[in-house]
């Protein structure tokens, strides 16, 4: 019976009752986006952007990451800005971690 219901929920999701229209202003706060070039990070990059974030893309390839810069500054009228990043590298990591907070 569990089961049953959980299926019905995942496939009739309810309403929802909070969306991007509801983000508030965010002037003043800073946010680091992962994945910020594609999928879901470049659509929480646009969704913050819009609202007045600044928003720094950490991302592995400065190309690809430039062109979803130039894209949300087509959608938003707001730059984002590059940190260069591989998750799957320590030494990346640190290295963005010293690059932000210089
Ligand atoms: N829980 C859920 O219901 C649900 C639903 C959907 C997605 N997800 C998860 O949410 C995440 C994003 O999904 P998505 O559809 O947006 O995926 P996506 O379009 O494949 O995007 C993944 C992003 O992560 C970046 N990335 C991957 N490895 C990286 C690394 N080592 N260092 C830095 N960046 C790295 C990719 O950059 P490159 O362009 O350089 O590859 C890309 O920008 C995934 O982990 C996915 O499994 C969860």
């Known amino acids: 019976m569990g089961l049953l219901l959980s299926v019905i929920d995942q496939n009739f999701?309810?309403?929802a009752t909070w969306g991007v229209n509801d983000i508030p202003?965010?002037?003043?706060?800073?946010?680091?986006?992962?994945g910020g070039n594609s999928g879901l990070g470049k659509e929480t990059a646009r969704a913050l952007l819009s609202h007045n974030a600044k928003v720094y893309l950490g991302c592995r390839d400065a190309g690809r990451a430039q062109e979803a810069i130039e894209d949300l500054?087509?959608?938003t009228g707001k730059d984002a800005h590059l940190l260069q990043l591989d998750l799957a590298d320590l030494h990346s990591v640190k290295s963005a971690v010293?690059?932000?907070?210089r």
């Open 98 to 101: 010293v690059e932000f907070q």
């Open 13 to 15: 999701p309810p309403k």
């Open 73 to 75: 500054k087509k959608d």
């Open 25 to 34: 202003d965010l002037s003043g706060k800073v946010v680091i986006v992962t």
